[in-house]
């Protein structure tokens, strides 16, 4: 088992900056990548924003990304990032952070992003 939690979302101005943190536990030598999602609505489909293997650090990006976002990990203190610059008001949404392992899927709360002037 995995476990998952998120933190760092809030309020944001159009152009500004958030860093959300993924901290995991538990069968941390399972996960074999960790991915960003979003959401905006409950019940909306959950749309990929970055992922980052552990094994090789390889890195994906959305396409609405565009080099705005950047996933990184800390593997000392078991802690995914997503630094978030240039934000814009359709960013806006609910971020999920998800560990994938051999024998499943683990998901976060998620933490709220608000980008509002």
């Known amino acids: 088992q995995v476990q998952v939690v998120e933190s760092g979302g809030g309020l944001a101005q159009p152009g500004g900056s958030l860093r959300l943190t993924c901290a995991v536990s538990?069968?941390?030598?399972?996960?074999?990548?960790m991915y960003w999602y979003r959401q905006v609505l409950p019940g909306m489909e959950r749309e990929l924003v970055a992922?980052?293997?552990?094994?090789?650090?390889?890195?994906t990006y959305g396409r609405f990304v565009k080099g705005r976002f950047t996933i990184s990990r800390d593997s000392t203190k078991n802690m995914v990032f997503l630094q978030m610059d240039s934000l814009k008001p359709e960013d806006t949404a609910t971020y999920y952070c998800r560990a994938y392992v051999d024998y499943g899927n683990f998901w976060g709360q998620g933490t709220q992003v608000t980008v509002s002037s």
């Open positions: 992922s980052i293997a552990t094994d090789h650090d390889i890195l």
């Open positions: 538990g069968d941390i030598a399972s996960i074999r990548v």
